[in-house]
């Protein structure tokens, strides 16, 4: 999985993953989100565009970032999910727990 990550301001990031958001790159990925968070970074917009699939552990790796951005004084939102990723947030309900947005510039209009 290739990650790209835009700084908006001093608070705020884009990042942009792209490939399968799978067992395989889950753990990098949130360690890359937590990391950002703890360099002050605290609100996150996820572009889920470039991803197609999403597992259970991908998805965990986007909870555990959100909690690390809450505790933060932050929040993580998703912008462009996917058919298959926005099929498996309302199934396991997460689509209540994030805020999600058609588009990166949505998401982060209030930012």
Same mark, same amino acid.
């Given at each position: 999985?290739?990650?790209?990550?835009?700084?908006?301001?001093?608070?705020?990031?884009?990042?942009?993953?792209?490939?399968?958001?799978?067992?395989?790159?889950?753990?990098?990925?949130?360690?890359?989100?937590v990391d950002?968070?703890? +360099?002050?970074?605290?609100?996150l917009v996820?572009? /889920? %565009?470039? #991803?197609?699939?999403?597992? @259970? &552990?991908?998805?965990?790796?986007?909870?555990?970032?959100?909690?690390?951005?809450?505790?933060?004084?932050?929040?993580?939102?998703?912008?462009?999910?996917?058919?298959? +990723?926005?099929?498996i947030l309302?199934?396991?309900? /997460? %689509?209540? #727990?994030?805020?999600?947005? @058609? &588009?990166?510039?949505?998401?982060?209009?209030?930012?």
């Amino acid at each position: 999985m290739e990650v790209a990550i835009d700084q908006l301001t001093d608070s705020c990031t884009v990042v942009r993953p792209s490939g399968r958001l799978d067992l395989l790159a889950a753990g990098e990925f949130k360690q890359q989100l937590v990391d950002i968070v703890a +360099a002050g970074g605290n609100r996150l917009v996820v572009d /889920l %565009d470039g #991803v197609p699939f999403i597992d @259970s &552990s991908g998805l965990g790796s986007l909870v555990g970032a959100l909690k690390a951005a809450r505790l933060a004084g932050g929040d993580l939102r998703l912008a462009r999910a996917g058919e298959q +990723a926005a099929v498996i947030l309302k199934l396991t309900r /997460l %689509d209540r #727990v994030f805020s999600l947005y @058609s &588009s990166v510039e949505e998401a982060t209009a209030d930012y």
